[in-house]
C-alpha cells in the first residue's frame, strides 16, 4: 500500500508539471497571457554569462518552469533570464504588447533571436532613463512586431540590487487600456480620500494653529507621494533622470516616518505625560530626517536591508510608545495605539510580499497604501475627538490643568497679593498702637497668619513660574547651613501650632549650592510644614550631603519621620501640599520615597545639587558662644574627648557628680550663653534618669550629647530619652568634632529662630 501512495504522489507532480502551458498563446479568444505560466528562468549569480551563452545548449537545460501568476525572486544578486515561446494567432491586426509590472526593477533587456539574432531590443529599468521606454506608460511595455514567426522565442533579463517583483504579461491593446483604466480609478479614490483628508487637515491648522496638524498634512503628502512611487507614475516627471524612482520613494518613506515621529509627540503631548519618551521620539525623528537626506542622494550605495531594518525598528518602538501611553491612560492614547498596532500589522505584510514570503501582487501594490491611508483614518477620527465638546470630556480636563491652570495661578497670586498687603499695613499700624498684652499677643497671631498667606502666595508663583519653565534664577552661591537655617527660621516664623521639629545635618558644612537654591529651601519648608504633628511629637527631618562620582555633582538626601496619618502618596491631586511636593522635586530632577511601615512611616528623598566646597573655617566654632560641658568619670575615653577639645576656645567644664551639674546650670533664665552638653555613662550613671533632672534646667538652644559604651543604645531609644544625639566611645576620635560641629550649628539657630508662643510640654521628673 505504501509503494502504490508513493507512486500516486509522483504521478501527481508529473502531471502538474506537465499539464502547464509550453507556449504563450494570443488568439480571439485570449486576449491576455500570464508569461508565468509558460516560461522558465535561469539565475546567473555571477553576471558573466552573455545572450550567447544563454541560449546555448548547455544552459538551454538549466532553465526550471515558474509555474507562478506573480514572479517573487527577493533579493537576487545576478541577473535572471526568463524565456518563454509566444504564438501569436489573431485573425484581425491587434497589436499584441509585453507588460512587465516591476516599478523597482533596475535593469530590463528585452531579446528577440528569431528576429534579431542577439540584439537586445529594449534597455528598460529605473537605472536608466525614462526616455528609453517606447511607450510611456507607468509599467515597461514593448510592442511585439507584426512580422514575428508563428511561433518564436522571448528571453528577459531582469537585474535589481532592489528585491524583484514582476508580473509579466502579454496583452492586446484593448486589454492593456482596461487593466490601466482600472488602476487608474482605484488610485484615484486613494488620492481623492487622501486630499480630503489634506483639506480638512489645513482647516484644523487654519481654525487652532496647532503644528500637530501641520505635520499631519507632511504626513499626508508623503503618503501620496509613497503610493505614487510604488506604482512608477513620477519618473515621467524626470525623463533623463535615473533612478528616481527609488530616490523619491525614500524620500516619502523616511520622510513619513520623520512625520509619525514628531506628530506622536504632539498628539499624545509626550513633553508634559511622558518626558523620557519626548526625548526619544525627538531622537527617532532626528534619524529619519538624517537617513532621508542619505538614501535619497545615494540609493544605490546602500543596502536596501538597511532601510527596511531602520523602518521595522521605528515602527516596533513607536507601537512600545503606544502602549506605554496607553497603560499609563494618556488622553487619546486608545486611538494612537490602534494606529500603531494597524500601521505595524500592514507594514509588516507588506515587507513579506516585498522579499518574495507572502506571493501576492494585490498586496504588494495595494497594501501599504491602503493600510496607511486606514492609520490616518485612526489618527483623523482621533484628531476630530480632541476637537469636538461631546468627546473630549477628558481632554477637557486634562488641558485646563496643563494650560489655563497657568493663568489662574497667576491671577490668584496678584489678586491675593494686594490684600495681603493691605492688611500687613494695617497690622503694623495697630502693634504700633498696642498697650495691653493680650492685644500685643492678638496682633502676634494676626501677623503670623498673614505671613502665612505670604507664603502661600510664594508657593503659587513659584508653582506657576515652573510649569511657564521661568523658575527663579540665582544669584551668587549660597551656604547649605545658611539654606537650612534660612528654612528652619521661616518655619517657626510660620509656625501657629507649636510643632516640634528636630533638624538634623549631616556633611552640610563648607557646601556652597551654586543652582536651584530658592527652589531647595521652599522644598525643605514645605516638607517641615506639611509634616509637621499638630501634638507633642517631634517630626525629624535629616538633611545629609553623599558624595557620588561626577564632577562638581553631590547628592543631598532628605529624610522625614515619623510622618503624619494624613500624609500620602498622591499623584492625582492638584494641590499646594503633596503635590506640590512632588512637583519641586520632579523640577530638580529627583527621586522620592514613601515607605509604610508598620511603627513608624517615612519619606526619603535624593536630589542632585551643584555645588562648591569651600576651605574649612577653623574659627568657626571658637567664634560661637555656645559652652561646652563635660559630665562623667574620669576615665580614658572622658580624657580622651578632653584632648580633643583642648583646640577649641569655647568654654570647656567638666563636671563628676550630677548634683554639681545641676548647680552650675541653676535656673535657664540666668544663663548667658547656651551649653552642649556631653553625658558619658559612665561610674554608674543612669542615662534616663540623668536627663530627667537636665531637661527643666536647659534653654531652648542647649543641646545634650549622650556618649555610651553599651552595644544596644540605639539612636531612637536615645532620642526617646531626652538626648538630641548618641556617639559611641569607639568614634569618639572619628565623629567628635563632625558632631560637635553639627550641635553648635543646631543650637545656634535655635537660638536665632523665633520661639513658639506656647512653650511645649517636657516631662518633668
Not at 499624545?268 to 537626506?293: N, R, S, Y
Request: charged share 15%; glycine share 4%; net charge neutral.
Amino acid at each position: 500500500m505504501l509503494y502504490r501512495l508513493i507512486l500516486l504522489f509522483f504521478l501527481c507532480i508529473s502531471n502538474t508539471v506537465w499539464s502547464a502551458n509550453t507556449i504563450a498563446i494570443i488568439d480571439d479568444t485570449n486576449s491576455a497571457f500570464n508569461i508565468g505560466h509558460s516560461g522558465s528562468y535561469f539565475i546567473d549569480n555571477a553576471q558573466t554569462l552573455s545572450f550567447s551563452d544563454i541560449t546555448s545548449d548547455e544552459y538551454a537545460k538549466r532553465f526550471r518552469p515558474i509555474n507562478r501568476d506573480y514572479l517573487q525572486f527577493g533579493l537576487v544578486k545576478g541577473n535572471i533570464w526568463i524565456r518563454t515561446d509566444i504564438a501569436i494567432r489573431t485573425t484581425s491586426n491587434t497589436p499584441v504588447l509585453l507588460e512587465v509590472n516591476s516599478p523597482r526593477l533596475q535593469y530590463l533587456d528585452i531579446y528577440l533571436p528569431n528576429l534579431y539574432e542577439n540584439q537586445v531590443q529594449a534597455e528598460l529599468g529605473g537605472a536608466r532613463p525614462y526616455k528609453n521606454r517606447k511607450i510611456q506608460t507607468p509599467n515597461y511595455v514593448f510592442p511585439i512586431p507584426t512580422n514575428t514567426p508563428p511561433v518564436f522565442t522571448l528571453y528577459l533579463r531582469l537585474s535589481s540590487h532592489l528585491p524583484i517583483n514582476a508580473e509579466i504579461e502579454l496583452k492586446t491593446l484593448s486589454n492593456m487600456s482596461l487593466d490601466n483604466q482600472k488602476n487608474l480609478t482605484f488610485t484615484g479614490i486613494l488620492i481623492g480620500i487622501l486630499l480630503a483628508l489634506f483639506v480638512c487637515n489645513v482647516f484644523f491648522f487654519l481654525k487652532t494653529s496647532r503644528s500637530m496638524y501641520l505635520i499631519y498634512g507632511v504626513f499626508l503628502i508623503g503618503i501620496a507621494t509613497l503610493h505614487l512611487t510604488l506604482h512608477d507614475q513620477v519618473s515621467q516627471l524626470f525623463p533623463n533622470q535615473i533612478n528616481v524612482q527609488e530616490r523619491i520613494y525614500n524620500l516619502a518613506a523616511l520622510s513619513c516616518l520623520c512625520a509619525i515621529a514628531f506628530f506622536s509627540r504632539l498628539y499624545l503631548d509626550t513633553k508634559e505625560h511622558l518626558p523620557k519618551m519626548d526625548k526619544v521620539l525627538i531622537a527617532i525623528g532626528a534619524i529619519a530626517a538624517l537617513f532621508a537626506i542619505i538614501f535619497t542622494i545615494s540609493p544605490e550605495k546602500l543596502n536596501v536591508m538597511a532601510l527596511s531594518f531602520l523602518i521595522v525598528s521605528t515602527l516596533i518602538m513607536l507601537t512600545v510608545h503606544a502602549i506605554v501611553a496607553f497603560i499609563k491612560n494618556v488622553p487619546f492614547s486608545g486611538y494612537y495605539l490602534v494606529a500603531r498596532l494597524t500601521l505595524l500589522t500592514g507594514h509588516f505584510a507588506w515587507l513579506m510580499s516585498v522579499y518574495g514570503i507572502i506571493p501576492s501582487a494585490t498586496l504588494f501594490q495595494w497594501g501599504l497604501t491602503v493600510t496607511i491611508i486606514i492609520e490616518a483614518m485612526i489618527h483623523f477620527t482621533g484628531m476630530i475627538a480632541q476637537t469636538t465638546p461631546s468627546l473630549q470630556r477628558r481632554a477637557k480636563k486634562t488641558k485646563h490643568s496643563q494650560t489655563e491652570m497657568t493663568d489662574l495661578l497667576s491671577d490668584l497670586s496678584s489678586r491675593l497679593r494686594r490684600q495681603i498687603n493691605i492688611i500687613g499695613g494695617g497690622l503694623s499700624h495697630l502693634e504700633q498702637a498696642a498697650a495691653s498684652n493680650d492685644t500685643k499677643l492678638f496682633l502676634n497671631s494676626s501677623m503670623t497668619a498673614n505671613n502665612n498667606l505670604k507664603n502661600l502666595i510664594e508657593r503659587i508663583e513659584l508653582l506657576n513660574d515652573i510649569k511657564e519653565s521661568t523658575p527663579p534664577e540665582q544669584a551668587a552661591p549660597l551656604l547649605l547651613s545658611q539654606l537650612i537655617d534660612n528654612a528652619y527660621n521661616n518655619v517657626q516664623r510660620l509656625d501657629q501650632d507649636n510643632t516640634l521639629i528636630d533638624l538634623n545635618t549631616y556633611k552640610t558644612d563648607q557646601v556652597e549650592i551654586l543652582h536651584n537654591a530658592p527652589i531647595l529651601q521652599h522644598l525643605i519648608e514645605s516638607l517641615a510644614q506639611e509634616f509637621k504633628h499638630f501634638t507633642d511629637q517631634t517630626l525629624t527631618i535629616n538633611i545629609t550631603r553623599h558624595d557620588v562620582n561626577r564632577e562638581g555633582i553631590t547628592l543631598l538626601e532628605l529624610s522625614c519621620y515619623p510622618l503624619p496619618a494624613r500624609v500620602y502618596a498622591n499623584t492625582t491631586s492638584f494641590d499646594l501640599g503633596m503635590h506640590y511636593i512632588t512637583h519641586l522635586i520632579q523640577h530638580l530632577k529627583g527621586e522620592m520615597h514613601l515607605s509604610e511601615g508598620d511603627l513608624t512611616r517615612s519619606i526619603n528623598i535624593q536630589l542632585p545639587i551643584r555645588v562648591h566646597i569651600r576651605p574649612l573655617n577653623n574659627h568657626f566654632i571658637q567664634q560661637n558662644q555656645l559652652d561646652i560641658i563635660l559630665f562623667g568619670q574620669e576615665d580614658n575615653d572622658l580624657q580622651k574627648a578632653l584632648t580633643l577639645l583642648q583646640s577649641h576656645a569655647n568654654r570647656i567644664e567638666h563636671f563628676v557628680t550630677l548634683e554639681s551639674l545641676l548647680e552650675h546650670l541653676g535656673l535657664p533664665e540666668k544663663r548667658e550663653a547656651g551649653s552642649i552638653i556631653l553625658v558619658f555613662d559612665n561610674g554608674g550613671h543612669i542615662p534616663h534618669i540623668t536627663q530627667q533632672r537636665l531637661i527643666p534646667l536647659m534653654r531652648h538652644e542647649d543641646q545634650c550629647l549622650l556618649i555610651s559604651n553599651n552595644v544596644k543604645m540605639s539612636l531612637d531609644y536615645a532620642k526617646k530619652l531626652g538626648f538630641n544625639e548618641l556617639l559611641a566611645c569607639s568614634e569618639l576620635e572619628s565623629q567628635l568634632e563632625q558632631m560637635l560641629l553639627r550641635l553648635i550649628q543646631k543650637g545656634d539657630r535655635l537660638k536665632n529662630a523665633s520661639l513658639s508662643r506656647i512653650k511645649p510640654l517636657r516631662k518633668t521628673p
